[in-house]
């Protein structure tokens, strides 16, 4: 006999989708340390098709397992259990070489067997949520409730859980919370039969105290520096001296006499660099901290482009937007700062430095007129009313992408026109904006930020930007400075002298001429020309027609918005011949691969999708045959599963720059719209309209809280952006209670009206509704990489409206 539904049924749910959201974000964060962020989305993204596939397989199976429904969803639950720990830790075991997947066959069938070991949990988590949905379909509304605010909660769960437990061990503590899921739901079957239950859940009890106590396997990639500097401490190379791990990456500290990491010193420097400790976020190399005792032991740095802004300043107030290791600050009190304010996101990092390393470091955290800023450094400028004379953007001061681009799908509201604008807004009458970043061939880093600092002052200003920008570069990186009054005749000859003396050569400044230029430090230009491609690209640029350079250039060069805060992509479609052209067989590896690999995440999606939403109705055609409502379920679900997830992928973005965090903005969207998504869809059928007036009610309600959205947010989130964490964190979920509460309606009320005609349909329905969630989430950064936030907003907008429209198609 099967289960009725009650209370423990529901509370099943709720700690299922806490187990299911916190497991994708944990797998994310383990990724991103052991390989890369890029890899991570792919294989996640690949992974979360065990949602749609779940429901492909409900719609093809449900008839004959509905007939003994607890015994089933008894071995899904076991089933989840098991395949938690197992899959994590058998694909962690694979030798998976992810920079020759597309030249071995070997590599390649090692990634998909990766992605499929990956997809098994979710395949079995999402089978459970849709078995029990299908089946207790009278109940949708409590269901999905339970659905979505564990799904709210989850996310927060886990970032919690990120500050306690190191990152490739967080998989493995979701089995114990699948576990209590699954008591829940033997406590909502009654124990019956007994002995299968103590059975399986004497099991699952094996496999969670397992799962706790096991080690996972410590690969990290071979290509990341911390893999080396592994290899380098067991050669007794090189020593750990620290460790951190929290949502904002895993920081990794190790003294190696192999390391030196100075940023762009140049070849006539006449002093070593110091001792130094190498910092890793994530498995990377992020910067060098100096084990030095005062600014005298970091003369190195007098000898990088980053000192040239001093040596046009006298002892300027400066503000360092994301300094990591405190090498700014020991080059800006070398060049006689007055005062030094220092933002930095990562408190952990700044704990570091102020405490367990802060004798080694001398202290650079805690010197005299230093001041550390624990704050986004884009919303610290939207904060701030003090002035500087130097404003330098260290959070944006790298060695240039490679040809890989992989960092061109992460967000940096730091490098956009508008925030530039800002901080050109908090310079003194005399102030200079400085970044320095290393030159690639052919350029494309530096050639951004000249579009950057040209646009942000064209579109804030009536200012010619030709007049306020000075350019130099030595071999390894280019220095640019963005000065906030025209560059005057002796700051133009103090300009000239410094980098003479320094060794650097010109790029540009006002009133430069081409062939006069002559290179110290030779790089690629034009044929036959004296000047480098860098000069060539602020000359067109400051033109009367720069289109026609952004068009013609082989990458993706415009300036970088609030609206497509993407500086690091650099990928043009219209390029690919050129790339077929010039680099024959070698072609996909010159790409930027960063948005390759999104539009590939997608296509794969896109067609799996489209095959496994298909399969039930070519296998079962006799069974579906009867149904009159397969188009317009295959529409609704498809519109409000598309639209759901391009609207809330959107607006964490958008509210990441007003909450300065990536993680807060997550848990404050995930946690408001999914928890008041929950509180809508146990209160709709409540309201007193048939169910499909209720739909047309949620979707017009939708579509016009959303454009209002558009309209007000950002004049309203301005009154707000001076105001505390706490203040912004209520005001985001206060503005998006209305929205979330009808979101919450439209799911369940669909699933009402296929249980009033066609309830057979009910199971693909899930699996249509999950197909769309995951296909739009990779669709959702394409779109905003191409045409802005809101734009895809209003698709969403359109999506949720289409949804309103199927009530007319509904038979």
Request: with cysteine; charged share 15%; hydrophobic share 50%.
């Amino acid at each position: 006999m099967n289960p009725k539904y009650n209370l423990y049924s529901a509370i099943s749910v709720f700690f299922l989708s806490i187990a299911v959201i916190a497991l994708q974000l944990m797998i994310m964060r383990a990724l991103s340390v052991t390989h890369y962020y890029h890899f991570s989305y792919l294989v996640i993204s690949t992974a979360l098709l065990g949602f749609g596939a779940s429901g492909t397989f409900l719609a093809l199976f449900f008839d004959r397992l509905k007939k003994n429904f607890g015994f089933w969803n008894q071995l899904f639950f076991l089933f989840f259990v098991i395949s938690v720990p197992v899959a994590y830790l058998a694909a962690q075991s694979l030798p998976l070489d992810t920079q020759y997947v597309l030249y071995s066959g070997r590599q390649l069938s090692l990634l998909i067997g990766y992605n499929l070991l990956m997809f098994i949990p979710f395949f079995f988590g999402g089978t459970i949520l849709g078995f029990m949905i299908s089946f207790f379909k009278k109940e949708v509304p409590e269901l999905y409730a339970a659905n979505l605010v564990g799904s709210g909660i989850g996310g927060v769960f886990a970032l919690g859980l990120m500050y306690l437990v190191p990152a490739t061990q967080l998989p493995l503590l979701i089995t114990p919370l699948a576990f209590l899921a699954m008591i829940f739901f033997f406590l909502s079957t009654g124990w019956k039969p007994l002995a299968r239950s103590l059975f399986i859940v004497g099991a699952g009890l094996i496999v969670s105290i397992a799962a706790i106590v096991s080690d996972p396997p410590r690969y990290i990639d071979p290509y990341k520096e911390l893999a080396q500097f592994q290899q380098l401490e067991r050669q007794g190379d090189a020593e750990q001296v620290e460790a951190r791990f929290g949502p904002r990456g895993q920081l990794d500290i190790f003294s190696s006499r192999t390391f030196h990491y100075t940023l762009f010193a140049g070849l006539h420097a006449t002093v070593n660099p110091p001792p130094q400790l190498a910092l890793l976020i994530d498995g990377m190399v992020a910067g060098s901290i100096f084990t030095i005792e005062d600014e005298e032991g970091a003369a190195i740095m007098d000898f990088t482009p980053q000192s040239l802004p001093y040596r046009l300043l006298d002892q300027p107030g400066v503000l360092l937007l994301g300094e990591v290791t405190g090498v700014n600050v020991w080059l800006a009190k070398r060049m006689g700062a007055k005062q030094i304010t220092a933002v930095q996101t990562n408190p952990q990092l700044i704990q570091l430095l102020k405490e367990d390393l802060s004798e080694i470091s001398g202290g650079v955290y805690s010197l005299e007129n230093v001041r550390i800023v624990n704050s986004d450094p884009r919303l610290y400028l939207e904060q701030s009313g003090s002035q500087y004379d130097l404003i330098q953007f260290v959070a944006g001061e790298a060695m240039a992408v490679g040809t890989g681009g992989l960092q061109g799908l992460n967000e940096d509201f730091l490098l956009t026109t508008n925030a530039v604008a800002r901080a050109r807004s908090l310079l003194s009458d005399d102030g200079l904006i400085s970044i320095t970043r290393g030159i690639q061939s052919p350029p494309r880093d530096n050639i951004k930020l000249i579009s950057l600092f040209t646009d942000a002052i064209l579109d804030f200003s009536r200012d010619n930007p030709a007049d306020y920008l000075l350019i130099s570069r030595n071999y390894l990186a280019a220095n640019t400075l963005l000065s906030n009054r025209p560059v005057s005749e002796e700051r133009l000859e103090l300009f000239h002298e410094q980098t003479y003396t320094q060794q650097l050569d010109v790029e540009y400044y006002p009133g430069i001429r081409s062939q006069d230029i002559t290179q110290m430090n030779r790089i690629d230009g034009p044929d036959g020309e004296p000047y480098s491609y860098i000069h060539h690209a602020v000359t067109q640029i400051l033109s009367e027609n720069p289109d026609a350079f952004y068009d013609d250039w082989a990458y993706e060069v415009r300036a970088s918005t609030d609206q497509r805060p993407y500086f690091h992509d650099f990928f043009k479609w219209s390029s690919l011949s050129l790339f077929l052209e010039t680099y024959g067989s070698e072609w996909f590896q010159r790409l930027e691969l960063g948005y390759v690999i999104l539009v590939i995440t997608f296509l794969q999606l896109a067609i799996a999708a489209f095959l496994l939403i298909l399969l039930p109705l070519f296998f079962r055609r006799a069974h579906f045959s009867a149904t009159k409502n397969k188009l317009p379920a295959l529409l609704y679900f498809f519109f409000i599963g598309t639209g759901f997830m391009l609207i809330e992928i959107s607006l964490i973005q958008v509210f990441t720059r007003f909450l300065g965090d990536p993680i807060f903005s997550a848990a404050a969207i995930l946690s408001s719209i999914l928890v008041f998504s929950g509180l809508g869809s146990y209160m709709q059928k409540r309201v007193p309209f048939n169910v499909i007036r209720r739909t047309q009610i949620a979707s017009a309600a939708i579509a016009i809280l959303m454009l209002i959205y558009l309209v007000a947010a950002e004049p309203l989130l301005g009154l707000f952006i001076g105001t505390g964490t706490a203040v912004r964190f209520l005001v985001t979920i206060l503005l998006l209670v209305p929205v979330s509460f009808f979101f919450g309606w439209m799911f369940p009320a669909g699933i009402q009206i296929l249980d009033e005609s066609d309830e057979e349909l009910i199971p693909w329905a899930w699996g249509v509704d999950g197909f769309a969630s995951v296909s739009a989430a990779p669709l959702a950064i394409i779109l905003s990489m191409s045409i802005g936030f809101n734009n895809v907003i209003l698709i969403g907008i359109v999506c949720y409206a289409g949804a309103g429209l199927i009530s007319f198609l509904w038979r």
